[in-house]
């Protein structure tokens, strides 16, 4: 057995008394499920543990293992610079991994180390552990494998931690895996991040997960649902159901708190049958199959403006040649005329991909003669022309989810006491020419504040020194 157990924790950085002061006596259930689990890693004495950290280097399209012999870190942007912690990384099991994710086709690897430090979401659990030694009375002898997290699918999350299974077994490791992750930011109306209702339902559907072993739903939960619920790293959680892959396992959720707005689950999984013996297990097939599932329904109830701007989209990407709307199918055509009377009108066209944007770009008054024209132009805007993203590829176009949006004409306004962020998109302008847009009833956008914010900044505005104005639009969104 390679990996012989598996740890979710999360990474408060007030859990440390050098940082908490005596606050963190407020989630004395997560210290003592945490201490557990550092006493069930020293008593297991494994050779590697491997940590996925949301706080390590991020990429959108690339899973970052920390190369290097080792690496150290402190907890000085929490006023506690004098805790300070060291990691021996695992060079071999390293250069390995990075190996076998090349050799598998997975965006993952060893390069690009922006900052070498060891972040907290790393260093609390390695607190914990070390702790454990201590009062075993033995030094510790693990080396560390430290990784990131990634914008790409779930799949591929958990494509890593069949990597790291593979790894372990490959180099004879006895392995323990520990995903830091918080649950949602967002479970109290005082708490610093505030409250949504999608936090507290977040937090129990992950806790019903963990106690269940049910890592097919870790991999199934909706992106916006997610994003609303300001969870910190499920895509840890889903390397480490990866790292346990076909394998059955013992689950025990060892504690729930969300004392500051903030949700913090320990949960230890033990493996008690053979290493990818049981085929049952194999959630990356079954969410291989339910996602297929998923976009096949998608794409058939979608909307003709939708159809039209996959379409516009897919054949561009394709053929390299625009369609227009002289090109336009009559069946289609006339599911258009149904939806809509084709009059011109400003649109904007979003790409999403595994609930991630993959591309925006729109127009705010019409700059063709209908409606049908500016989605065709703007679908092959979003996909191929905005400066955020590289041009969609060919293998992307089945995965890509679609938003129409069509804007009515923008109406000045004396305030932001004039919008309402469910309603309206906003624009911020100047007049010399800068201008940013934000489109409404967006996840993770919560408050006018924020949404004039976000606008601004899209439009290089600074909201304190600069002379601006707002506009408000409606939208008519097709899926």
């Known amino acids: 057995m390679a990996i012989v157990a598996a740890f979710a924790v999360p990474h408060p950085p007030l859990i440390i008394p050098a940082v908490g002061r005596g606050r963190e006596k407020e989630i004395q259930d997560t210290i003592d499920a945490y201490r557990q689990v550092g006493a069930r890693i020293a008593q297991l004495d494994p050779q590697t543990i491997v940590i996925s950290s949301p706080h390590s280097v991020m990429y959108r399209d690339y899973i970052h293992v920390s190369p290097g012999a080792s690496a150290e870190g402190d907890f000085g942007q929490f006023g506690a610079r004098d805790a300070h912690y060291a990691a021996r990384y695992d060079t071999e099991f390293v250069t390995a991994l990075a190996a076998a994710a090349d050799a598998d086709g997975l965006a993952a690897g060893c390069d690009g180390e922006r900052d070498p430090a060891l972040d907290h979401a790393t260093m609390i659990p390695l607190h914990f552990i070390q702790e454990a030694y201590r009062k075993a009375g033995r030094e510790p002898s693990y080396k560390v494998v430290r990784m990131g997290i990634s914008g790409l699918s779930p799949a591929d999350h958990y494509r890593m931690g069949t990597l790291v299974q593979r790894v372990a077994s490959v180099l004879g490791r006895r392995c323990v895996y520990v995903a830091s992750s918080d649950l949602s930011h967002k479970l109290a109306p005082d708490g610093p991040y505030g409250f949504a209702p999608e936090g507290p339902k977040f937090d129990r559907r992950v806790c019903d997960d963990f106690s269940a072993a049910d890592f097919l739903d870790l991999l199934m939960i909706d992106r916006g649902f997610a994003e609303r619920a300001a969870e910190c790293g499920l895509r840890s959680f889903q390397i480490m159901a990866g790292a346990l892959d076909q394998t059955d396992v013992k689950a025990e959720l060892l504690s729930y708190q969300g004392p500051f707005g903030v949700g913090y689950g320990v949960a230890a999984f033990t493996p008690t049958g053979e290493e990818r013996a049981d085929p049952a297990r194999d959630f990356l097939s079954a969410y291989e199959d339910a996602h297929r599932d998923e976009m096949r329904r998608r ?21 390299g040649e625009r369609l227009h709307a002289d090109d336009v199918p009559d069946g289609l055509l006339a599911q258009l005329r149904k939806a809509a009377d084709g009059s011109p009108a400003g649109c904007f066209v979003s790409l999403k991909k595994d609930g991630e944007l ?63 962020v469910h309603r309206y998109g906003v624009i911020v302008s100047t007049d010399d020419g800068r201008r940013g847009l934000l489109l409404p009833d967006l996840d993770g956008v919560d408050s006018v504040e924020q949404q004039v914010r976000i606008a601004a900044r899209k439009g290089g505005i600074d909201l304190a020194r600069d002379d601006w104005h707002l506009d408000r639009f409606e939208v008519v969104r097709h899926t």
Not at 299 to 319: G, I, M, N, Q
């Open 299 to 319: 794409k058939e109830a979608e909307d003709p403006l939708v159809r039209l701007a996959r379409l516009s989209l897919e054949t561009f990407v394709r053929t």
């Open 358 to 420: 993959r591309g925006c770009i729109g127009t705010i008054m019409p700059t063709r003669d209908t409606l049908w024209a500016e989605i065709l132009g703007n679908a092959v805007s979003a996909g191929a022309h905005d400066p955020r993203f590289s041009p969609v590829r060919k293998g992307e176009l089945g995965e890509l989810v679609y938003d129409v949006d069509v804007l009515t004409p923008p109406e000045r306004i004396a305030g932001p006491q004039d919008l309402d």
